[in-house]
Each structure stands twice: as C-alpha cells, then as structure tokens.
C-alpha cells in the first residue's frame, strides 16, 4: 500500500494513540499525588497559624492552654472552632458561629480552621483538625448538661517536652450507623487509650500533625486494637479503618501510654 510523503499509516497512528494512553496512566497517579502534597503543604501552613494562635491565648490567659469545649453555656455548645447554637443540628452551619470559638481572637479566620484536604460531612463548623482535648484542657461535663462541669487546665508551661505532645492534627471520625465509610468531622484528637480512634491520615497516607513546640510534621497512623470501639455505641472493626485512614497518633505501640498526648 502507497502513501503519501508526510503523512501516516492507520497502524503507525494506532501506536502512537497507544503510547499516549499508556503515557496517561502513567503520569496520572503521580499527578494526583503532586496535588495532594500541595494541599498537604497547605494544611501544613494552617496548623502553624493554629499552633501559633494556641500559644497566643496562653499568653493572655496565665499560661493555660486554650480549651477544647464549654457546654455550660445556656444557648451554645462552645467549642475552640466556634460554638453552635442548641437549636440546629449539628450538621447544620446555620447555627454555627466561628466568633464565638476560643482561638477566633487570634485567627479572626474561619479558613484557618479548614483542611483544603478535607471533603466528608462537618459537624458544628469542624473543617478537619482535632484538638488533644483530654491532657491540655478536658472540660468534665455532657453536652445535656450532667457531669461536674468542671475545668482541668494545663499550664503551656508545665510541658517540659513540647516536641514530643500533639497539640492538633488532621481529625475526623467514622459517622455512627454506617459502614464506616462516611466520615465526619470532630474537634477531639482520641489519644490511643481512649479506643476512640480519630487520627486522620488524609494525605497520601499521612496526617499532618501541630505540636507543642510550634512545629509541624507528617506522621503514620497507627492501628493499636481490634475491634477499634468509636464513635459511642457504634463499633468499627480495624480493617474498615484502615481503608478509611482513621488511626491513632502514637509511638510506642502501647494504647495505655498516650506518650504524645501526655504533657512531659
């Protein structure tokens, strides 16, 4: 078969359809890796800015830590984020109010609190970061109003090791009723002993995590029971977890330490 000078056979142009696709699948993937670091990077920046308006609020407040929440209010449940009106479902952001947060003096952002990474269902204006609520700053009262309603504060100052204590991280849960699949968020970072799993590894199979000092890191999650119980009555077994990326945040392998939640 003839052709014409300059131009291509059906074949020719079938391998070089060929190559292209094959070219495609390849780079594809890595792509969508790139842009995850890049969202990474900027969840990375946000923590910063998180950690940076934690510190803030211990200086103006006799060096204890910010808190996580404050259900004593008659209107509001007040978390550090912001505080949601009684009136709304959780889910519902019109009863939310970023200004009424405990860390809003500092920031003045609601973007701040907002991992670009984040894409599952939020709960009282939560965009994707948890807080160690249970050794910095644990309020001992239900949101119905039961408990002692009490304080136990964490002097910033007592933390001898800041390096090495967790102060937010990429956070979120598995909504309860489901295959755990869904996710939700929460302002709460579980600590392992807790079995309340809520370290999310959102990012190429990483969590980004704030601590005490001021810096930033990429750690692994860790998957330390099985069943993992989370969520109240809901149970998730280690398997469904692990797919969803949900873990704990620790070191050691031992769920009865807490060695990075523990101020030291």
């Known amino acids: 078969m003839r052709r014409e000078a300059g131009g291509f056979t059906l074949v020719e142009l079938m391998v070089v359809v060929a190559i292209i696709a094959v070219l495609i699948s390849v ?59 009684k009136s709304y479902a959780a889910d519902d952001l019109t009863g939310f109010d970023a200004t009424k947060g405990f860390i809003w003096p500092y920031l003045r952002s609601q973007e701040l609190n907002a991992c670009p990474s984040w894409k ?13 609520w ?32 967790v102060v937010f991280a990429d956070c979120a849960r598995p909504v309860k009723g489901t295959d755990g699949s869904q996710l939700e968020t929460t302002p709460f970072l ?15 199979g990483h969590g980004n995590v704030g ?16 069943p993992v119980y989370s969520y109240m009555t809901s149970t998730f077994t280690t398997a469904v977890l692990k797919t ?6 620790d070191s050691d392998d031992d769920p009865t330490t807490d060695e990075l939640f523990v101020p030291k």
């Open 27 to 85: 780079l594809l993937p890595s792509m969508g890796a790139c842009r995850e670091a890049a969202r990474s990077a900027m969840c990375g920046s946000n923590l910063h800015q998180l950690l940076t308006g934690w510190e803030m609020y211990a200086n103006e407040n006799n060096g204890l830590a910010m808190p996580a929440r404050d259900y004593r209010d008659t209107q509001y449940y007040k978390f550090w984020t912001g505080a949601q009106d």
């Open 120 to 132: 599952g269902k939020s709960n009282n204006g939560q965009l994707g970061y948890g807080y160690n």
């Open 134 to 165: 249970m050794y910095l700053s644990y309020y001992d009262g239900n949101p119905d109003g039961s408990g002692n309603r009490t304080f136990k504060w964490t002097s910033v100052a007592d933390i001898r090791m800041p390096a090495r204590v």
């Open 190 to 204: 579980g600590p392992p002993s807790q079995q309340y799993p809520s370290f999310h590894a959102r990012h190429n």
């Open 211 to 226: 601590w005490a000092d001021g810096h930033v890191s990429s750690e692994a999650a860790r998957w330390l029971h099985d």
């Open 244 to 249: 969803a990326g949900i873990g704990d945040l």
